[in-house]
């Protein structure tokens, strides 16, 4: 069976993570670039929302590729919650930057509109913070007792914050 073969090999699959951290430093490198030429354009206006976007994209993909690459380093840290902070925190990151997304395009939606966007960023701040906090405490917990069902819990909390990005993306971005 192929995919035995290629599960098995170690070969495989630090080709296959040192192509993920490749795609994710093109990613990575495409965010920084975006974020350098917005800079050059409009240096006058700060720090933006989109500029803060394409800092977090380059953030969370550049930490990705260096996770894909030190992947076998990363399993050897101890103890073992470290390792669950450096790979759940880009996810963290991931969830912040599309949430800013969403910020980004409600305070255009509200602008458009002629309502008032006093309240999105609060939200935006208390979202991210309430989120950060679940983390936090579960980070706690798995390194208080590191028992099965916390690992399990932790990684549905990982999961559920993708999806959530996710579904705010496609919800703003035209799909729904």
Known sequence: DWWKDV???PMWQDRIFH?????????????LVQLI???????????????VFHFLNFIVNGVRAIVFVLRR???LIQPEILQHVVLDMPGLAFFTTYALLVLFWAEIYY?????STDGLRPTFYWINGVVYAIQIILWLVLWWKPVR???????????GKILASFALCVCECGGG
């Open 7 to 9: 599960n098995d090999s």
């Open 149 to 159: 069902v916390m690992v399990i819990l932790s990684k549905m909390f990982f999961a």
């Open 19 to 31: 192509a993920l951290a490749v795609l994710y430093g093109i990613v990575s490198v495409v965010a």
């Open 73 to 75: 380093n990363v399993q």
């Open 37 to 51: 030429r917005i800079e050059c354009r409009v240096p006058e206006y700060g720090w933006t929302t989109q500029k």
């Open 111 to 115: 602008q458009a509109r002629a309502m």
